[in-house]
Each structure stands twice: as C-alpha cells, then as structure tokens.
C-alpha cells in the first residue's frame, strides 16, 4: 500500500548561518517534505499551492504580504523560541494562518544563560580569561576583585516561565530576590524561591545589586529601561538582558555605563544584531555581549524543532496546537 504524501513544510535553508541545523533533519523528513526558500523561489509556479507551513527559525524566513499572498494553501507559521515581535501577527491572521511559538522548550537553557552573565559580570570573567591568555600578562594581579553573588540581592523583571526558573537558580545562590511582573505570582510560587513582589518597578531598581531583564518585547516594554530607570539603579549595580535588546534604551545605557551610573551590564540581546561594529557598546570595558546565545544548546533546539513539528502536525490536522499564539 503507497504511503501517504508528507506535508509541504517551507524553510528558510539548511544549515548555514541562517539555516535549520542539519542534525534536526532526519526528524523533521520524518514528518514533512521540506523546501528551501531558494527553491520555492525558483519553482514558485508549482510549488505555491503544495506549501502547507512554514518553519521559521531564528526570524527566517521572513513572512511578509507578498510571501502570505503566494501561499494560498498556507495553514501555519511556526517560529522557534518564545518571541513573536517578528510576527506581524495581524497580518498572518488576516490569511487565515494559524501561529505558534516554542515556550516550553526554550525555558531552562535561556534561564542558564541568564545565570551564567550575571556569573561573568560579577566575577569579571571576561576580563579574567583575556589577563590569563594574554602573552603579555607576566603576574595575576592580586587587586583583580568581583563582587559577591552569595547573599546579593537580584530584582527580577518578567517573572514568567524563563523568570521563574532564573528565581529557582538564583535561590541556590543564597540570593534575596526581587521581581515585578504584570500579575503577582501565587504565594507558594513565591514562598518556594523567597521571592518578594515589587508592585512598582522603581522599588525594585532601587534595591537589586542586580537587574535581570526576562521580559517579552512589546508595546509596553518598549525601552522600558531607558535613562530615568537607569538613574534609580544602584552605582554599584549590574544589568543583565536576556529578552529583546530593544527592551532597553540603548543610547541611555551607553550613556550610563559610561559615566558611572551602573557599574557595567551584560547583555545577550541588542538591537540591531549584531551591532554595527563601530557601535559603544562594543568599545566599553564594563560590557559583556554574546551573540544571542539563550536556548542554544544541542538538546533545546532538538526540543525547539519538536515542539514545533508537534504544532505544525496538530494545525494540519484541525486539531488545538499548543502553543498556539494569537493577535493582540
């Protein structure tokens, strides 16, 4: 008996900088017939109306009016991570195309980034690695000192799954912990990381030795740290971005490190990315950047495609995805 045709699934490429990773391949021919942007575009005639989902990964590739107006059997978008600000969600919509992102999956290793910045910046591991391998270093200096995680007092921004999960690794460091989020988190929630709720986000700048951002980009949290949230921090005190770059005023920011405002930041989010290599940010010594490192691990984005694919399959077959995302 011939088995049925797989579903046509689009993707940006395949490995590459901008690519499905190829390990993740056999799995997802497993489930789906898979066509390359460049190969859709050099059969567009016959390949438009075969085109049942799209596969974006890391914001490729991009869904726009033309795309959506040549895909008339499109049932739905898949984006990998937790961030939709890429999706013009009310357009897609208006094709009748469904959307998902990948929560669940992304949670745990994004928080382990969050982690290890505030590790790096605290403890000026950066800075540490370059004095150790550097060929002109002859002595460690003895006056090389970080500051103390143990027992330092962490304000949280964006107390959502990735949040929460920052809280719980945190509370292993013996950290008081501080966040602000739209709702209130339950009172077992917080009593198992000894969390304290901060209705006003200026409380919470005002006391954490560290700020961590876990917050998703939208209206509301557009530059939601500019140069008034800056100026409350503490002088002593770090800022670390794991959501969207433009979730911070960049040019506030510079501004601040660069006269003593806060001691430094640690981001792995800015905007654009990369910067453009002439950019401040990257000429500051009190800086630490990393290129959008947050779920990239080996086993996340095996979870990422999975949970994807799981989406994928359930839109195609009119079932309720899960984690299926919607127009504001």
């Given at each position: ?16 900088t ?15 017939h898979?066509i390359?942007?460049?190969?859709f ?27 959506l107006?040549s895909l008339?059997?499109?049932k ?25 992102n ?6 745990s ?9 505030l590790?790096?910046a ?27 995680v ?6 949280i ?5 990735i949040?929460?999960?920052i ?11 501080l ?5 209130r ?8 990381v ?5 209705g ?16 998703n980009?939208?209206p509301?949290t557009?530059?939601?740290?500019g140069?008034?949230e ?19 005023d960049?040019?506030?920011?510079v501004?601040a ?9 640690a981001?792995?989010v ?8 002439d950019?401040?940010l990257?000429k500051?010594?009190?800086?630490i950047?990393t290129?959008?490192l ?7 984005t ?13 839109a ?6 899960p984690?299926e995302v919607?127009?504001?």
């Amino acid at each position: 008996m011939e088995e049925p045709e797989l579903p046509v699934l689009l993707v940006n490429e395949v490995g590459g900088t901008l690519g499905v990773l190829e390990e993740h391949l056999p799995f997802l021919k497993k489930h789906f017939h898979l066509i390359t942007m460049k190969e859709f575009l050099e059969s567009k005639a016959c390949l438009s109306v075969k085109i049942e989902a799209i596969y974006m990964w890391w914001h490729r590739p991009a869904i726009d009016r033309e795309l959506l107006k040549s895909l008339p059997n499109l049932k739905v978008v898949a984006s990998s991570g937790v961030g939709v600000d890429h999706l013009d969600m009310k357009l897609i919509a208006g094709f009748g195309v469904r959307m998902a992102n990948t929560p669940h999956a992304v949670c745990s290793s994004t928080a382990d980034t969050g982690v290890a910045l505030l590790l790096a910046a605290a403890r000026r591991i950066v800075e540490g690695c370059q004095v150790a391998t550097s060929p002109d270093t002859e002595y460690f200096p003895c006056n090389m000192l970080g500051d103390d995680v143990t027992g330092a007092t962490l304000g949280i921004i964006g107390m959502g799954s990735i949040g929460y999960k920052i809280a719980l690794r945190a509370r292993a460091f013996e950290m008081k912990i501080l966040y602000h989020n739209r709702n209130r988190r339950k009172e077992d929630e917080e009593l198992a990381v000894s969390a304290c709720y901060c209705g006003k986000i200026d409380d919470l700048l005002q006391r954490s030795d560290f700020v961590m951002l876990a917050v998703n980009l939208t209206p509301q949290t557009y530059k939601l740290i500019g140069k008034r949230e800056l100026e409350l921090m503490k002088p002593t005190a770090t800022l670390i971005n794991i959501s969207r770059g433009s979730v911070v005023d960049q040019d506030a920011l510079v501004e601040a490190l660069q006269t003593g405002v806060i001691k430094g930041t640690a981001l792995d989010v800015t905007y654009p990315e990369p910067l453009p290599r002439d950019h401040p940010l990257l000429k500051l010594r009190n800086v630490i950047l990393t290129p959008h490192l947050g779920s990239r691990t080996h086993k996340t984005t095996r979870m990422i495609t999975e949970e994807a694919v799981e989406n994928i399959l359930a839109a195609l077959h009119g079932l309720p995805m899960p984690s299926e995302v919607f127009p504001d």
